[in-house]
């Protein structure tokens, strides 16, 4: 297949691999993100049916530990099918060449997949090629992924084609016999066996592995138990299994990581706190400040936006967030008006000309438009700079918000560049110094710097703590160092911090309380 430079909306960085009837594709999305796309000839669709099948059903299923399918689409212009994943992480193969495999942490691995596993035959659906490969790890989190051989059980019992990699196979498959998910059964058990011998769970990778689907586990929830020694039901990191059934929803296991300092480190595997920094914008010097009447269409307008988003959304037979993300849709038409209004009356040079922009880039932020905020972000801080000039308040504001806007795009390396200019040039010892303080040592934890987050953590709390020692945001400083300490594995050190921080909040009066309740569930249960 020939070379594209973009396809849909997406920018063609590197071709991973090319055939004359399908290639697939590294490239970069219009949120700056990277994704694989697998593309395939128009012409040549005979063998590629039932995969593009296959995608449009994974498109419709969410579970943390399978790779995302984005989108399936035609391009009737570039005469080609082709679907859109998430590109995640990096494979355990080449991830074994740098990590040691420790035994706990290939059994959570193989947990993680065996849930994987359990979504798909949930869905009638068989991988097919589970290997090392094509199993995904980013932090603490493992996926599968390359869909290019898996099939739908939705209408037949058995499977007949040989598909697969040939080490990873089992029996019936290789030999053209029928076969059904027990096939997926078969090869997760070589890719334990492989990983720790018959040394560690020799039984248990005997079973998978069985050469009669019949004497294998029946379901990879037997599997599962059989791992965790335990028959009725046991808690992990990431799920519990309970009576052969997986109740998700519980964290993911951590893979040890060494940080720069040489420490046995993790990734967060909760959610740290950010604060939120609000910097009044001051008009410029008089000659700049242009006309002190808005006008009719910019009062008008700016009402209407106030309304939509003063206004709480209904629980219907949606979401909330459905209806939150209803609200922004509505407000955003508005805001892109209101701000072209504002900017005609009093010229792109005005302070009321970046706040407009800055409230348009934060409602494109909510709608997880990543590269329209930013956008307007920037033009916000452009008019902010040649108005007050940098270093200056307002210019910390601005680098705090494309900070945000970063982090919440899970672009942490930018978040960190953003939220370090910010810091710079905010004054020391002052609350936009705290605040800015705490959501880069955020940052830190995610990038697992931790020793530099707790590092501005601790300077964050002495200040805040001289300020008031019972406040809002030394109760969020602990709650942050308590979690930096556990994800670095000091348990120690962090159960006294969580308590600590549990109590401060208990002491705080409601009305000096601006934490969400999620916030304040969190820091309670520690």
């Known amino acids: 297949m020939k070379p594209f430079k973009k396809i849909g909306q997406y920018e063609i960085i590197d071709t991973l691999y090319a055939r004359p009837d399908y290639a697939c594709y590294l490239a970069c999305g219009p949120d700056d993100k990277n994704y694989v796309i697998k593309a395939f000839d128009l012409g040549l669709l005979e063998n590629a049916s039932a995969e593009l099948k296959a995608a449009r059903q994974l498109q419709e299923i969410s579970h943390p530990n399978l790779v995302r399918i984005i989108e399936v689409k035609r391009d009737t212009k570039l005469k080609i099918y082709y679907y859109v994943m998430e590109c995640w992480g990096d494979d355990l193969r080449n991830t074994l060449k740098e990590v040691k495999a420790d035994p706990k942490?290939?059994?959570d691995i193989i947990k993680q997949v065996l849930a994987a596993l359990s979504e798909l035959h949930q869905h009638n659906m068989v991988h097919r090629d589970i290997k090392p490969e094509n199993i995904f790890l980013k932090g603490n989190q493992v996926k599968i992924g390359d869909y290019g051989l898996v099939?739908?059980?939705?209408?037949?019992?058995?499977?007949?084609?040989?598909?697969?990699?040939?080490?990873?196979?089992?029996p019936e498959v290789?030999?053209?016999?029928?076969?059904?998910?027990?096939?997926?059964?078969?090869?997760?058990?070589?890719?334990?066996?492989?990983?720790?011998?018959?040394?560690?769970?020799?039984?248990?990778?005997?079973?998978?592995?069985?050469?009669?689907?019949?004497?294998?586990?029946?379901t990879v929830e037997e599997f599962i138990n059989a791992l965790t020694h335990r028959k009725d039901a046991k808690t992990t990191n990431s799920f519990t299994v309970i009576d052969g059934k997986i109740v998700r929803g519980l964290r993911c296991p951590i893979r040890p990581k060494e940080n720069s300092l040489g420490q046995l480190s993790t990734p967060v595997v909760k959610s740290p706190i950010f604060q939120k920094l609000d910097i009044q914008r001051y008009p410029p010097k008089p000659e700049l400040r242009g006309q002190d009447d808005p006008g009719v269409l910019v009062k008008t307008l700016q009402t209407r936006l106030d309304e939509i988003l003063r206004s709480t959304p209904r629980n219907n037979r949606d979401s909330v967030a459905a209806s939150q993300n209803d609200k922004y849709q509505s407000a955003l038409p508005v805001a892109e008006e209101w701000t072209k209004a504002v900017e005609q009356r009093f010229t792109r040079q005005n302070s009321r000309t970046a706040d407009a922009y800055d409230k348009l880039a934060g409602i494109y932020l909510l709608l997880g438009n990543h590269q329209k905020s930013e956008e307007n972000y920037r033009i916000s801080s452009e008019i902010d700079r040649r108005l007050y000039g940098e270093p200056s308040r307002q210019a910390v504001s601005d680098y705090y918000h494309l900070a945000q806007m970063f982090a919440h795009a899970g672009n942490y390396s930018k978040a960190k560049e953003c939220y370090g200019f910010s810091l710079r040039m905010a004054i020391k010892n002052t609350s936009d110094y705290t605040i800015i303080a705490n959501n880069i040592a955020v940052v830190y934890c995610y990038l697992t710097e931790y020793q530099l987050g707790l590092n501005l953590l601790k300077e964050a709390l002495v200040t805040n703590e001289k300020q008031n020692r019972f406040s809002e945001p030394v109760v969020i400083n602990l709650y942050n160092m308590a979690l930096t300490y556990e994800a670095m594995g000091n348990k120690g050190t962090a159960e006294p911090l969580y308590k600590q921080a549990k109590d401060t909040l208990a002491k705080l009066p409601p009305d000096k309380i601006t934490l969400s309740e999620q916030d304040k569930q969190r820091i309670s249960h520690g």
């Open 105 to 107: 942490w290939i059994l």
């Open 151 to 170: 099939k739908s059980q939705r209408y037949v019992t058995q499977l007949t084609t040989i598909a697969g990699t040939r080490d990873y196979m089992a």
């Open 174 to 218: 290789l030999g053209g016999k029928p076969y059904d998910y027990r096939c997926d059964i078969y090869s997760t058990g070589v890719v334990l066996k492989e990983l720790l011998g018959d040394e560690t769970h020799g039984e248990v990778c005997s079973k998978a592995m069985a050469e009669k689907p019949t004497d294998r586990f029946q």
